[in-house]
């Protein structure tokens, strides 16, 4: 066989993939195209179900539930924001399915079982921190944030009477009514951020059964992880303190949970080991 000829046929295969690929990214975008057109159709009872945590926290402080277009376009493009994520929440599972089946071919039998179950995962976990954020930290933060309209209204009227929240602050000339644009980027910076930060586990666990950590390197790494985790917490959410402890105190068990699944997999892999006769004792530190 030729130079030549080596070479057309170690390209060949390179070619096949490269064709897949693009076929599985043209199957994604197309899949993405019509759940974001049909999440443009639904938008207004998605920001229905999204606007139900400030309302209820306007409620409280006998405030009606209405938001104001600061811009002309606004709308729209608040229209727009829910039509994009609402479809790449609908689309992620074929976007997913697309991606294993495409490396699936590559991997071998024990390494398909341990790639599947975090795919799975990964958007379960994500669905979890989402509705953690939205039925536990988003009432308590805007009923927190709308509490700052009593404060002011006490600096521009120091030894009034304490009434309602709303009273005073309608007669401070203190009262939100914030855009529908600002409204719902917070909402969805809290609910991608609690997402996203409930995938260490699944991110952490996957690391540990390929080998690339350890249970015990993870104990010895808490009070870094604890510092990784406020600072992360600091830069996801408002710049509140209870907002940041909650994040914490919700994201560090899963780090925990992280540490003990890790170990889980290194003693089933001791146990096959030991009986494959393959098992070396690791050295004392």
Known sequence: ?????????SAAPLIEHLKELRNRILIS??????ACLVGYLLWVPIFHVLSIPMCNAMADYGQKCQFVLIKLQEGFFVAVKIAVWAGFAMSFP???????????????R?????????????PAMFIAGAAFAYYMILPGAFHFFLSYQGDFSEAMNPGAEPVAPSITSAAAGVLYQGSVESFLSLTMQFIM??????????????????????????????????VAILSVAAVATPPDVMSQLIMFFAIYPLYELSIWLIAGFEKKREVQERAD???VEPEDE
């Open 1 to 9: 066989m030729s130079h030549t000829d080596e070479v057309d046929s």
């Open 193 to 226: 951020a609690f997402g996203l930060c409930f995938q260490l586990p699944v991110l952490l666990t996957l690391m540990g059964k390929a080998g690339m950590i350890s249970s015990s390197g993870l104990r010895a790494t808490r009070k870094y992880a604890v």
């Open 29 to 34: 975008v197309a899949v993405l195209g019509v």
């Open 94 to 108: 074929v976007i997913a399915f697309q991606l294993w089946r495409f490396v699936a071919p590559g991997l071998y």
């Open 277 to 279: 006769g393959t098992w």
């Open 110 to 122: 024990n390494e398909k079982g341990a790639f599947l179950p975090f795919l799975i995962a990964s």
